[in-house]
């Protein structure tokens, strides 16, 4: 199991920190994710080249633990999207803290922006955030990726190895979801290609992310594809192969 980085206080990560922690003391498991997360698990993330705002919080939880996530997050003073959270189904809680107007997002079983995946099993990997596995899986998901995504992953594959098991990025789970789906497949490779081209801003950090990068390509392309996946590849991209996130549905 890895271990929490050494980070820098942020009053974002206590307030993270803080929902969390209250969330364990009444038997509801919450944990971080997005731009707070990589901070949590990554080194380089407090470093000048890979560091970048993160102003928001984003969470997972179990859409069982619904009512009483309510209750909590507005027993520590956040304010409901109440429009928002209804329409979503119980997929889905977006909150504003009535302190200082930070948005709080709360995806429940499932992360579904570009692509779905469920986290709800994995929730017990660490006691603050998700696996580095399922953080950089939540960042490869993206199709139009953008600083922060590439600042994220930078950081991730600078700080930790592509492995076969979850004591580092799990190459081997991520291999196993793109040869099941094609739309996921092609998703996560053109991300990883993008990564490996932008290395050029980063100071002395470059060839050990590019080695790690190419090391998952590797693994992508050799695991054994299903049926369904060759079927959709000769589809191609004459029909879209990932979804369009809700305009005010982009986590941090």
């Known amino acids: 199991m890895e271990t929490l980085a050494v980070v820098v206080p942020s009053e974002a990560l206590a307030a993270a920190t803080q929902i969390i922690s209250r969330g364990e003391r009444e038997g509801v498991r919450l ?3 997005g731009g707070l997360a990589f901070k949590a698990l990554c080194r380089s993330a407090q470093e000048p080249e890979f560091l970048r705002d993160n102003k928001d919080i984003d969470l997972m939880g179990r859409r069982e633990d619904v009512k009483r996530i309510m ?11 109440v429009m928002f959270n209804k329409l979503s189904l119980g997929k889905r809680l977006i909150y504003h803290d009535s302190r200082d107007g930070r ?47 590439f600042k994220d992953l930078a950081a991730a594959f600078n700080d930790y190895e592509v ?27 053109g991300s990883l290609v993008r990564l490996r081209g932008s290395l050029g801003s980063l100071n002395g950090s470059s060839e050990k992310i590019a080695g790690e990068v190419d090391h998952l390509l590797g693994k992508i392309e050799s695991f054994p594809k299903t049926l369904s996946w060759k079927l959709r590849a000769k589809i191609g991209e004459s029909v879209r192969w990932y979804e369009l996130p809700e305009a ?4 941090s």
């Open 31 to 33: 944990r971080l994710l």
């Open 103 to 149: 948005r709080v997002d709360i995806f429940l079983d499932e992360f579904e922006m570009c692509h779905k995946f469920k986290f709800k099993q994995t929730l017990v990997a660490h006691p603050l955030t998700l696996s580095i596995t399922d953080l950089v899986i939540t960042k490869l998901q993206v199709v139009e990726m953008t600083d922060k995504e």
């Open 248 to 251: 005010d549905g982009d986590p």
């Open 163 to 189: 492995t076969d098991d979850e004591t580092g990025i799990n190459g081997e789970r991520i291999a196993e979801l793109c040869s099941r789906d094609w739309g996921i497949y092609r998703t996560f490779t």
């Open 71 to 81: 209750q909590i997050m507005e027993t520590l003073g956040y304010r409901p999207r």
